[in-house]
């Protein structure tokens, strides 16, 4: 039953199907009674077609979503990594979100060598043409697909890149709505604001709205600080 035990019978409408050796007209009615289920994997605009399993064990070959964006050429990753030499200082990864409905699912890791506190910040204050250029990249190294995300350093400002900002440019990042805020000790690695899993450390950012990637450090001494960023851009079917 698509655990790797048990064959599965599966039909598309009607047809026939092999049931203990024999061959059985499967209508709609009959299907009901001998109780097969009738599974269609995808629809290509004129058939229906029936999940492929696995040859060995007849389980299911499954990925989750934010896989399957990948595959298709819609899932991004940029990074940006400083030393801080004393407290208070701060290393930054911002963007401003496209203004379409094609929303960004994101997830960050955070990792430093020594305490630190790492915010993630909704519609923060950014000087304008400050910062620097952050190269996006695809992680379908086979796609020409190109981020919807907006670098400020420049002007004008230019799509398809994040902004960076090392301690002595951070300053120019202010305010903003701290969505999660942690501390973080020595050695330690955050995945996405300490969550485990992608279903539960994921946001789903707002359309035409900067955000921020915060790490401040809490010590004078250096501080090797890592941000990752991971996301897809995916059109809501609600909108």
Request: include cysteine; charged fraction near 15%.
């Amino acid at each position: 039953m698509g655990d790797g035990t048990h064959a599965l019978v599966m039909y598309v409408g009607g047809g026939v199907v092999t049931l203990a050796g024999s061959e059985v007209d499967v209508t709609d009615r009959v299907a009901r009674e001998l109780g097969i289920a009738r599974i269609n994997a995808s629809y290509d605009g004129v058939n229906w077609e029936a999940p492929r399993l696995d040859a060995s064990t007849f389980a299911f070959n499954v990925i989750d979503y934010s896989h399957h964006e990948i595959h298709g050429g819609s899932g991004y990753h940029c990074h940006f990594t400083e030393v801080p030499t004393n407290t208070n200082e701060r290393v930054v990864i911002s963007f401003r979100t496209p203004n379409t409905a094609k929303w960004l699912h994101i997830i960050a890791s955070v990792s430093v060598s020594g305490p630190a506190l790492y915010q993630m910040l909704e519609a923060p204050t950014i000087t304008d043409n400050t910062g620097g250029a952050l190269a996006v990249y695809n992680r379908n190294r086979n796609s020409a697909n190109t981020s919807g995300v907006w670098d400020t350093s420049q002007n004008p400002d230019v799509q398809g890149q994040a902004t960076s900002f090392t301690p002595a440019q951070a300053g120019n990042v202010t305010g903003g709505t701290a969505l999660t805020s942690e501390y973080m000790v020595s050695g330690a690695r955050n995945f996405a604001g300490g969550g485990a899993a992608r279903g539960v450390a994921e946001w789903e950012l707002k359309p035409n709205t900067l955000y921020a990637f915060d790490v401040e450090s809490l010590t004078n001494d250096d501080n090797y600080v890592s941000i990752e960023l991971d996301w897809y851009e995916h059109t809501d079917r609600v909108t």
